[in-house]
């Protein structure tokens, strides 16, 4: 099976404007879950989608914003750039949406905001 | 609240020596607990998860509910551990599905 994909892999954007990422989950997997990834704070949880319902989400502004569609690729979105969005931002995708299931991460998508 | 701290930004040890990457969690309920990988230009991968109880690549971790603890252990140290460890948390069912990580320590084998 292909693994995760997310495109594009680097981004450069200017404070001030919006972005969208792209994430396709392994074929069968539903639930697509997203990770901001720094060096100063580490992996942090964004959101997970699950058949296209949104069932959590972390501790963000709402400027981060995602969705998914019927075919379970996500996308997530970010408003009004900031230069602390500067991230590696990972998506993961599992069979189901329970924490038993192993968690398969993309690549991850370089966004750098100056 | 749910947290999950590993003390350790860099740990160096030497080929062959034992090696122990701690990771200490706040949670209250039942967690599943997780170790990643992230080996250099690779995408972060499960290590090994606490319900299987299994050891992989020789890593083995104990969950330990009294301390609230969950450390990697590996008793031969090899070049090719050098890696990002994270410790990670999940409620069970519901809305806790979310991972939690800890900031990560970075394993590095000497030769």
């Known amino acids: 099976k292909a693994g995760v994909t997310q495109t594009p892999r680097y981004l450069i954007k200017t404070r001030g404007q919006q972005v969208t990422l792209s994430c396709s989950p392994i074929?069968?997997?539903?639930?697509v879950s997203w990770y901001q990834q720094t060096p100063g704070q580490g992996l942090q949880f964004l959101f997970e989608?699950?058949?296209?319902?949104?069932?959590n989400k972390g501790n963000f502004p709402g400027r981060f914003s995602g969705r998914q569609f019927s075919n379970s690729r996500s996308e997530m979105n970010v408003s009004t750039l900031e230069l602390g969005d500067s991230a590696l931002y990972l998506c993961a995708s599992r069979l189901r949406a329970v924490a038993t299931y192993e968690q398969y991460f993309g690549p991850g998508t370089r966004l750098t905001v100056t | 609240a749910q947290r999950v701290t590993q003390p350790e930004k860099l740990l160096s040890v030497f080929k062959g020596a034992p090696v122990e990457l701690k990771c200490n969690y706040s949670?209250?309920?039942?967690?599943?607990l997780f170790w990643y990988v992230q080996y250099s230009r690779q995408r972060l991968q499960l290590l090994l998860r606490h319900i299987s109880r299994e050891s992989i690549k020789g890593f083995t971790a104990d969950l330990n509910k009294g301390e609230t603890s969950f450390h990697l252990k590996k008793p031969f140290a090899q070049e090719e551990d050098s890696a990002m460890y994270y410790c990670a948390l999940s409620g069970q069912g519901g809305a806790t599905n979310k991972l939690i990580f800890g900031t990560g320590t970075l394993l590095a084998v000497q030769p």
């Open positions: 074929s069968g997997h539903r639930s």
């Open positions: 989608y699950f058949s296209e319902t949104q069932r």
């Open positions: 949670y209250s309920g039942s967690p599943e």
